[in-house]
């Protein structure tokens, strides 16, 4: 399994940008997607954004779309998401996310090794 770290969570005013990195160890050769999801309090995980190992397979949630920005960097095993025009509805637990195959990237299952997330908390 790839362990996975994130990182730059904080709080922030709305309108504002946080970048969140995840760095990934271990077997991580296995893995073609990596993916961002949110856990709101009292909610679902819900699907952010995910890449394929190529970076030329991206997708997002409707509600991002046009606001972040999910990347990797093969060579350094990790993978970012840029988020700008922070909302207030986008304060949650931001989690890093690795599958070994690239059907339903969207959905949770999909998924085998999960970080321990980042809080983004988003005042208004």
């Known amino acids: 399994q790839a362990q996975l770290v994130e990182s730059g969570g904080g709080l922030v005013q709305a309108g504002a940008s946080l970048r969140l990195s995840c760095a990934a160890s271990g077997q991580t050769f296995s893995y073609v997607v990596m993916g961002w999801f949110l856990q709101a309090p009292g909610k679902e995980r819900e699907f952010v954004a995910a890449?394929?190992?190529?970076?030329?397979?991206?997708n997002y949630a409707y509600s991002v779309k046009g606001r972040f920005t999910i990347s990797r960097d093969n060579a350094k095993n990790t993978v970012s998401l840029q988020m700008n025009s922070l909302k207030s509805e986008d304060t949650a637990v931001y989690y890093c996310?690795?599958?070994?195959?690239?059907?339903?990237?969207?959905?949770?299952?999909?998924?085998?090794?999960w970080g321990q997330g980042t809080q983004v908390a988003v005042s208004s």
């Open positions: 890449i394929s190992s190529s970076g030329r397979i991206i």
């Open positions: 996310a690795a599958a070994r195959t690239s059907l339903a990237p969207t959905i949770t299952p999909t998924y085998d090794s």
